[in-house]
């Protein structure tokens, strides 16, 4: 899931953002090369392995992220400890919720993950001072606000075969630039997370697979790589 990087010409920012995929991000977009500078005084890179928790649902909000490589999941834990995968975020989206005391979810690394971490009291500072970083993270909570309801219709009305459709096709647009007629990626989630994640079991996700791989839609080498060889022919799956 990793994605080539292009330096920004802009010489007054820092190195390392000016390499960033975050760089023209929701948070780092609408930044001054100043608050920029400062923002990265005060970041730090973290690398996680798969499996490793970002923040825990419950727990108190210190800091931000942005993922700059790999795959995040969103889980909602019950209170008799049942977990349910609600949402998975990809470079270079922004993780945490401003002026949220403590987290409402837990994030978790899906996959080997780079993340930049800031201060939430820096950043909410920012956030007052900067109308543009105001209005990106608003588009931003109603473009998630869409996504939601648009997965609230793929999990009650569409069609097994649909449902795994729509997860192939929402990690394949993310692996590649949505230009692209191809894309080829790792899975991020087990075959036990996706059917967790789609409502379904997981022969039943395994048998959809197959069905995919069949038709030609998709090809599958070594149980986690896939390959999309025709992204519209994917798209027509997911909006028949």
Sequence with gaps: MDIARSED?????????????????????????????????????????????????????????????????????????????????????????????????????????????????????????????????????????????EWMLTLGRRTAQEKVASLLYLIATHAEPETASSAAFDLPLSRAEIADFLGLTIETVSRQMTKLRKQGVIRIENNRHITVPDMDELERLVTA
């Design 9 to 149: 010409p802009d010489t007054t920012i820092p190195a390392t953002c000016r390499v960033c995929e975050a760089r023209h991000g929701v948070v780092c977009g609408a930044l001054t090369a100043a608050q920029l500078r400062e923002l990265c005084k005060h970041s730090t890179r973290r690398k996680l392995d798969a499996g490793s928790e970002i923040v825990a649902q419950g727990e108190e909000v210190s800091s931000y992220s942005n993922i700059m490589n790999g795959v995040v999941k969103l889980c909602k834990v019950l209170p008799d400890g049942r977990q349910q995968i609600v949402g998975l975020q990809f470079v270079p989206d922004f993780i945490g919720r401003p002026f949220v005391p403590e987290s409402t979810l837990s994030a978790e690394a899906a996959t080997p993950t780079e993340i930049c971490v800031f201060p939430r009291g820096l950043l909410d500072r920012m956030i007052l001072e900067t109308p543009e970083l105001q209005h990106n993270l608003h588009a931003q909570a109603l473009k998630e606000l869409d996504a939601a309801r």
